[in-house]
């Protein structure tokens, strides 16, 4: 029986730190409502995580199950919160939600401001991600893949993006452009093998070489971090084409090149120097420019939080209290909003891997249950949230639909016998759920 006072609680986004933090909130008896902007849950597990790896996307799509069959948590996908959304943060309030924990991950684009970001051809890697990974809207827009791509960036999304060129859109070269050195690059071994197969030694050899001089001003062995670069070799996955994949360390881009048509021909970069700076190290332009031809840009540099959301911004990141009532390891959970929180990447934009994700969310939803303790239980009214969404005149997406959607997809997988069929298009989900009429 579930009881007729309980605290009210709204998370907001159903990645890994909504549905963990979620699940925590629902554990210590709170009665939960998960609102999604995308129709499933799972956010960057399901939308991000290279598609091809199927052993891990499975293992968490069965916890992500787990947590939707929990009976005092409820799930409204297709919902997005926000200013500018389907319901406001003062709307959540108004429906008896004592507290909001925001997990919408960082879904603002941090653009740099450079001339030519307009141009056909340059994008963000998080649109680029989406698309490959099947999300609605972004899997049906356009993209301009040409034959020679720069990417932006020394991170594990940069390779994500390398590894969907070069196996995938098989094109001729991938350019990873760096602002520092290959001692600060950031991704791992584990990511590298998808791709080191069409790294083009001889070329890594060139570069390192021209800037060892720049490097060991700063006290860097080049040598070790040419090997810490090659350590994925002995498990390197043969590769699937002639993509050339070469590193241009110690550059910035500082502007994009178009034709008469829009469509990107060229990336200015800046060559930088390193300045040590409080232990670590700085990237300084030199003024010295030259260009690359390339028909791609794909800034693969992190993102922010989406500034539209309602919450106050800074640094690319939700503004936390710096007094928080309720730190955890000294970190603030909360907002300048005595009721809202924030966990996951909607904490801090762009950082670090699922389990980190599922830690964060856990860790907030621990601050907000501290917060209700000086709170009476309000009384649960469920009928007035799904009147309020049935106002919305949009079909809203319960977990009995996801059941529905992801039997549909298990027989589909089954029927045209592929390793993997998910549905990459909002109104063929809601047909597949009974929730649109098929056209
Ligand atoms: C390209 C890429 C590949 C990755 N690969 C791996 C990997 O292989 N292994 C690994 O461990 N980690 C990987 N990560 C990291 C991992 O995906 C993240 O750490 C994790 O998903 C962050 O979780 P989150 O819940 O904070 O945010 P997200 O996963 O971004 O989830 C946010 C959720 O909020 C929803 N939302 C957004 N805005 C709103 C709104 N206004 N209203 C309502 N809902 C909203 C979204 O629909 C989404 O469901 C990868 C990340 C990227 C970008
Ligand atoms: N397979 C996986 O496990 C996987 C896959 C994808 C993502 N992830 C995780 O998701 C998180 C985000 O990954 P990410 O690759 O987006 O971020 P990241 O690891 O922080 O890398 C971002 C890269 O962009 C560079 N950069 C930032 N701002 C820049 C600017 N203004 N100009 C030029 N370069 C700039 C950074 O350089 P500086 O170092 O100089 O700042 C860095 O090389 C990470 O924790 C990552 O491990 C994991």
Redesign the pocket.
Known sequence: MIPTHQYLVAV???????LFGARELANLGARVAL????IK?????EY???PN?YT?KSGLRKQFRQIMDIPNLDYYGN????SQ?DLTLDDLRALGFQAILV?????GTKWLGLPGEDLEGVYH??DV?YFYNGLPPYSQKPFRFGRRCAVIGAG??ML?ITHFLSREKKVDEVIAVVRRGPAEIKFDKKEMEYVIDNLDQAALDAEIQRISPIMQAVNQDPGAARASILEALPKALPKVSETRFRFEFLASPVQMIGDSEGKLTQVELEDNILVAKDGDTKAKGTGNKRRLDVETVIFAIGDKV?ES?GLPVEWNEFVKSPTPRFPIDGKSYESPFEDVFVG???RQASS??????RKD?TNASKVVWQYLQNKQPGEVNLEAVTAKLKSLGKPVVLKEDIKKLEAMETAETQKRGVEEFRFDNNDEMLQAMGLKETA
């Open positions: 907001i986004g159903a990645g890994p730190a909504g609102f999604n902007r995308d849950p799972g956010g960057l597990a991000g995580i290279y790896k891990m919902v997005t919160v926000g959304g997990t919408a991950g960082a879904q890697a998080k991600v594990n999304v994500d989406d959301f996951g990447w909607s670090g891997l699922v389990g980190l994700a969310g």
